[in-house]
């Protein structure tokens, strides 16, 4: 399993990874859901996909 910047993850955040929760933040086209961080900072959540966008008119594509 790797993290959303290519990097693997040690055996302590292996560890730390619960009910499909990732560790970062989410980029955009990715869920928010899965990550401990949600989207990654200057990204919108979509409401109801929770879905990364750069523009929250996107959530309505």
Not at 7 to 28: Q, R, S
């Amino acid at each position: 399993m790797k993290i959303n910047f290519g990097e693997p993850l040690t055996k302590y955040e292996m560890k730390a990874v619960k009910g499909g929760i990732g560790i970062g933040c989410a980029i955009a086209g990715n869920k928010a859901k899965y990550w401990t961080l949600g989207c990654c900072p200057g990204l919108y959540t979509c409401p109801v996909s929770t879905l990364c966008v750069i523009s929250a008119d996107q959530c309505l594509n």
